[in-house]
DNA sequence: AAAAAATACAACCGCGACACC
DNA sequence: CGGTGTCGCGGTTGTATTTTT
């Protein structure tokens, strides 16, 4: 037995509305609020069903939208959440007072998408463009891939990178069988760090990841990649973010082309973990 | 100037989540 | 605890407008 639909269709009107039924709409919920969106039509006088009164309202009559076009400003930070979140457009338009998740979306899909493959980046992975790399796929396993694009902590020339490492890890209680992959870096050592971190392959191949934030930096990825498909079915472990999340966390700040550059807040040890779940 | 194509955006549809009984 | 109703979300479609041919 399937679900009964939201309202009965027979009678009621659809497609554009009028000037006349704005009013009503807009009438109604301002001298009484909103109780019941089933109830809204029936008692405004429309012929409408709730669900069609409900979505005029947020996206078109709500007294705070915003009627002017969406910035460049807007625009950017679209496509830095968008590769957070994917296409979770209600979870963008959070983001943007006045702006709804409808009116991102069709930004999104007519203008945005346009932009990046000019740019030469895919809209949905947020990736460069480019032909793949055979040699790469015939790489082994997650921790061969990252372990590439990764640095360890000997890759800098610091003297106090082991015993960061073996610090933090006492810091944690993630259980050490899980993890294939380890580094952490101390203070000054994140522009080596990020130079040599291709986040797109992280993402893909990491399931999760442990973190720790502190102390304000400034860092640099090779990548322009957060968020990809892949990526989108990252199950955070307890107590832990996504990728997606925790670069949302951070207030990351994208620039498109060939490189992405980040401000975030970062504690002096930056830890990374890798799991293979 | 007219037709066709492209674009922008409003609106609809189906589904899942959640609350309530 | 299962059934039912409502809400909200994301994908998709429809249509008005603009641009191109």
Not at 49 to 55: A, D, E
Not at 102 to 127: A, C, F, V, Y
Not at 202 to 207: A, D, F, G, Q, V
Request: charged share 25%.
């Amino acid at each position: 037995m399937g679900r009964q639909p939201c309202c009965d269709k027979v009678g009621l009107k659809r497609g554009p509305w009028t000037i006349d039924e704005d009013h009503k709409l807009l009438n109604f919920i301002l001298n009484n609020g909103i109780q019941c969106w089933k109830m809204v039509p029936k008692f405004a006088g429309l012929q409408r069903c709730g669900k069609s009164c409900r979505l005029r309202w947020i996206n078109y009559l709500r007294p705070d939208l915003k009627r002017e076009p969406l910035s460049e400003a807007e625009e950017n930070q679209i496509i830095q959440l968008h590769a957070c979140f994917g296409n979770r457009w209600s979870k963008i338009a959070s983001h943007f007072p006045g702006r709804t998740d409808n009116e991102i979306k069709n930004h999104w899909n007519t203008r945005i998408k346009k932009r990046l493959k000019l740019l030469g980046i895919d809209p949905l992975t947020h990736n460069p463009i480019e032909p793949l790399n055979l040699e790469n796929l015939e790489q082994k396993p997650d921790e061969t891939i990252i372990q590439s694009n990764m640095p360890t902590t000997h890759d800098h020339e610091t003297e106090n990178s082991s015993t960061s490492s073996e610090t933090k890890k006492t810091e944690t209680d993630i259980k050490t069988d899980d993890i294939t992959n380890d580094f952490s870096v101390v203070d000054n050592e994140y522009s080596n760090l990020c130079g040599n971190l291709d986040v797109d392959l992280l993402s893909n191949t990491t399931k999760t990841m442990s973190y720790s934030l502190e102390i304000a930096e400034s860092i640099n990825l090779s990548s322009a990649s957060v968020a990809t498909e892949s990526s989108s079915n990252v199950v955070p472990a307890e107590g832990q973010d996504s990728i997606q999340q925790w670069f949302y966390s951070v207030d990351s700040l994208f620039s498109y082309g060939t490189t992405m550059s980040i401000n975030m807040e970062l504690e002096k040890t930056f830890f990374w973990r890798n799991y293979n779940h």
